[in-house]
């Protein structure tokens, strides 16, 4: 019998190992010498100036907000497609999450429509690299340009994407990663904020360590934001790596589309211009397949692979937004989308045999 093939799989080696053990023999285990070299490493990577690692991807986002010193009721605008941690980071900061739709062919944020959401009360934009492609960085970078509002790149899931040749988390005011097991790379949890913006990055820093200027000498409210030594040893080795798995993503993405094979299933858009890192392998179950997504999940799930559908509903329609009030938001792209999206197994793990099993289960699916 076959063993399943899991939807996502984080790979951690002799090296990780390794790395670890001799930051445990050290002793020095909170933020230290090794979260300063994945710090140099990552923004060398980037082509940035300043990279802040916190301990994870959400802390990312919000220490952004935080450092930016907008002020409460001021509007964010972010996709109503993504994970909801990209519009709660404003809602953590006493701001109002606005949610502009998205692009019906990669998912991200539709420039159009993102500047219909502008007001007067906009300060900020969050735009979301989704499962690995990124968005228009021309057209949003310029409208956010010419209503001098924040532009903050939620990289998440696009670890080493590219646009026009330069890696995403270089364009905006800040970028913000997460090393999260299943992403593209992973620290365990762990986070990265990165920026060319010398002040903003000074900000973040402070914020990161409650507010400490010195030893026991604090100049304003800060958080224990930190990461730790540990995570930073499994990063410097992950980063590596990066390149390889990113490959290998796009490799195994490759296959996908040329042998997924049935009617009703739709490869996914890859834009121009773009490095598509593959986070995710996205297709789009049309009406016209023959049954419905779910019961090819279940039918997946008998034989042995994993799926999931990121994310099944608008970010205003989950529970803690409606109860806010988010009860007469209308982005129907997004709406229609996350009844069609289904996401398919991509990563580095996979072999050549479970391609081939994926793409044949697939195409014998009957109703």
Not at 115 to 140: C, E, M, N
């Amino acid at each position: 019998m076959r063993d399943f093939i899991p939807i996502a799989k984080p790979i951690i080696g002799d090296e990780e190992i390794k790395a670890v053990s001799e930051v445990l023999k050290s002793g020095m285990l909170a933020q230290g010498e090794s979260v300063k070299r994945f710090e140099d490493e990552f923004s060398g990577y980037l082509g940035v100036k300043n990279a802040i690692a916190v301990n994870n991807g959400t802390v990312a986002l919000d220490l952004t907000i935080k450092a930016l010193r907008l002020k409460p009721g001021d509007e964010v605008i972010t996709p109503a497609f993504t994970f909801i941690a990209s519009a709660n980071c404003a809602l953590y900061n006493g701001l109002r999450p606005i949610f502009a739709d998205v692009d019906p062919k990669t998912f991200n944020i539709d420039p159009d429509d993102l500047q219909k959401r502008i007001t007067p009360k906009t300060r900020a934009v969050i735009g979301v690299h989704l499962y690995g492609q990124p968005f228009d960085l021309s057209a949003v970078s310029d409208i956010c340009q010419d209503g001098k509002i924040a532009l903050v790149e939620d990289c998440a899931q696009a670890h080493g994407a590219e646009f026009r040749g330069k890696k995403v988390g270089s364009f905006g005011s800040a970028g913000c990663f997460s090393f999260y097991p299943t992403k593209n790379m992973t620290t365990g949890e762990g986070g990265m904020i990165t920026t060319n913006d010398d002040a903003l990055a000074t900000r973040l820093r402070l914020l990161r360590s409650h507010g400490d200027t010195g030893k026991y000498n604090h100049a304003t409210l800060g958080y224990n934001y930190r990461m730790m030594n540990l995570q930073g040893a499994i990063g410097l080795v992950q980063l590596s790596r990066l390149e390889e798995f990113t490959a290998k993503r796009i490799q195994n993405a490759v296959f996908l589309n040329e042998n997924i094979k049935i009617k009703g299933i739709t490869s996914p858009y890859q834009a121009k211009d773009v490095r598509h890192v593959y986070h995710q392998y996205v297709v789009r179950v049309e009406e016209s397949f023959v049954s419905s997504r779910e019961k090819l999940m279940e039918y997946l799930q008998a034989k042995g692979i994993g799926s999931a559908v990121h994310y099944p509903k608008a970010v205003y329609e989950q529970p803690l937004y409606q109860e806010l009030g988010y009860t007469k938001e209308s982005c129907p792209v997004c709406e229609e989308v996350s009844r069609k999206v289904l996401s398919l197994p991509v990563h580095p793990s996979l072999t050549k045999e479970d391609l081939k099993y994926i793409c044949e289960t697939i195409n014998s699916f009957e109703a």
